[in-house]
């Protein structure tokens, strides 16, 4: 339920050049290593295809991948979100889902520094929320661009920037006005987790600031979906199951992000939970945000 790919019309129109190669040959080679029956995939370097062309050519890709193997593949629609034009990014949304027939859409926890909760995505939520439908929200470079000591983004910028974004979702009353969206949090919820309880206080420290939040931070963090892309142990696992449900964790590599020395399998770690839980995890949890995939017999 976390994977990558850039197609060939679509990544010839990227500006940047730092993405690794992420085919949709190479992803079902990890696949096939690791006996993965079927994957939901999202565009790598999206948040360089905020235009409309670029965002059309990459979705009619996606669904073209899909429509090549129903059964193999569920893919998430490139959003092109920016503040000026949501409008847009509404439209893209009714052409992705309704005429490409992609399964959900992919956001990221801030879009050029417009962080998720922000007034300027209410139109775009409003339209979610109509449909019901399935969002995946990936982690984006913080709105200040800061990397500390030249460290890479992804050590731990991308899942302090995920806390960001579900924070200020909960605060601004966001889920409250948009309870029907599926949303999905990358990498186990970043930090949230762990930081719940530090979070949940602004409740009772600055009560003006949370009064957007009709219900306890833990409530919202109980209703939403968690992948285990680059968090597959137990001691991540351990935390966001303090807060949320084992229905609502599936499983997620963050193909081709991952490390896979040796080609060993990257999941070792969960062999550790009692197999029930592991098969729900790895499979059944799914069914409520692609059921199609499930009907399809994958």
């Known amino acids: 339920m976390h994977a990558h790919v850039i197609t060939p019309r679509y990544g010839a129109g990227l500006t940047s050049r730092r993405w690794p190669e992420q085919t949709v040959a190479g992803l079902e080679q990890f696949m096939d290593r690791h006996e993965i029956a079927a994957a939901v995939v999202s565009m790598g370097g999206a948040l360089e295809a905020r235009t409309a062309p670029v965002a059309r050519i990459g979705n009619e890709e996606l669904a073209e991948v899909v429509r090549?193997?129903?059964?193999?593949?569920?893919?998430?629609?490139?959003?092109?979100?920016?503040?000026?034009?949501?409008?847009?990014?509404?439209?893209?949304?009714?052409?992705?889902?309704?005429?490409l027939g992609l399964d959900g859409v992919a956001l990221f926890s801030n879009h050029g520094g417009t962080y998720l909760g922000d007034p300027a995505w209410e139109t775009v939520f409003a339209e979610l929320d109509r449909r019901a439908a399935y969002a995946f929200v990936h982690p984006a470079l913080g709105a200040n661009g800061a990397v500390l000591?030249?460290?890479?983004?992804?050590?731990?910028?991308?899942?302090?920037?995920?806390?960001?974004?579900?924070?200020?979702?909960?605060?601004?009353?966001?889920?409250?006005?948009?309870p029907n969206v599926r949303?999905?949090?990358?990498?186990?919820?970043?930090a949230t987790p762990f930081l719940t309880?530090?979070?949940?206080?602004?409740?009772?420290?600055?009560?003006?600031?949370?009064?957007?939040?009709?219900?306890?931070?833990?409530?919202?963090?109980?209703?939403?979906?968690?992948?285990?892309?680059?968090?597959?142990?137990?001691?991540?696992?351990a935390s966001t199951l303090e807060v949320v449900p084992l229905t609502n964790v599936v499983f997620g590599?963050?193909?081709?992000?991952?490390a896979e020395p040796d080609r060993v399998d990257p999941t070792d770690d969960l062999e550790r939970l009692d197999p029930v839980d592991r098969e729900r995890i790895d499979y059944a949890n799914a069914a409520a945000l692609v059921p199609r995939l499930f009907r399809s017999g994958s």
């Open 149 to 178: 000591g030249g460290y890479p983004q992804w050590l731990f910028e991308y899942p302090f920037d995920t806390t960001r974004a579900m924070t200020n979702l909960i605060y601004t009353g966001a889920l409250d006005r948009y």
């Open 183 to 190: 949303l999905q949090f990358a990498h186990l919820g970043g």
């Open 68 to 99: 090549a193997q129903p059964g193999r593949f569920g893919a998430l629609a490139i959003v092109p979100f920016t503040v000026e034009d949501p409008d847009t990014a509404v439209g893209e949304i009714g052409y992705a889902l309704d005429t």
């Open 197 to 237: 309880g530090r979070l949940s206080s602004l409740a009772a420290r600055e009560p003006a600031k949370a009064a957007a939040a009709s219900l306890p931070l833990t409530a919202y963090l109980a209703r939403q979906y968690y992948d285990t892309g680059l968090s597959n142990n137990t001691t991540a696992l």
């Open 253 to 258: 590599s963050d193909w081709p992000y991952l």
